[in-house]
């Protein structure tokens, strides 16, 4: 046997380390997906900490926070479903700031969290949905992410 000759057994332990390092591998992307989730849910609640701010000064993932935060509200107030159209994205929580189209792309972003979903009833506008048990048990409202205000409810 020449020493370029692999044994079974060393054969076998190449593997296993090998077969140990994609699980790690396979872990660390799990622990990344984790964590990006967590640093969407801080930047969604930036806007409780300086509820002053105008429109103009909201960054995207803030506004997103702020029709999910509206829409789960409104559902908490109320059966426990709601439904939030273009027009109350508009009016109820920006007060007439954007257009239609954008009212609809934070519509289609606020629904990429559990318990939101973009339904098109048939007799209708398209709305942003949110069901405030199935919301709960997501990462954005997730007891680690609580703020005093969810809490008492």
């Known amino acids: 046997m020449s020493d370029e000759d692999v044994s079974a057994r060393d054969a076998l332990a190449i593997a296993q380390r ?80 954007p257009s239609a189209d954008y009212c609809y792309t934070l519509m289609q972003l606020a629904a990429d969290v559990r318990g939101f979903e973009v339904r098109t009833p048939a007799n209708g506008n398209r709305s942003l949905t949110v069901d405030a048990q199935e919301a709960k048990r997501g990462a954005v409202f997730s007891s680690a992410n609580k703020t005093a205000s969810e809490e008492v409810r």
């Open 18 to 97: 090998a077969l140990a390092k994609a699980n790690r591998v396979d872990d660390l992307e799990d622990e990344i997906n984790e964590l990006q989730e967590e640093v969407a849910v801080l930047e969604l609640r930036l806007s409780e900490f300086d509820d002053d701010r105008d429109y103009q000064q909201l960054s995207r993932a803030e506004r997103v926070g702020l029709v999910r935060e509206h829409a789960f509200q409104k559902a908490t107030a109320g059966s426990g479903v709601a439904a939030l159209d273009y027009d109350d994205i508009k009016w109820e929580v920006f007060e007439g700031e």
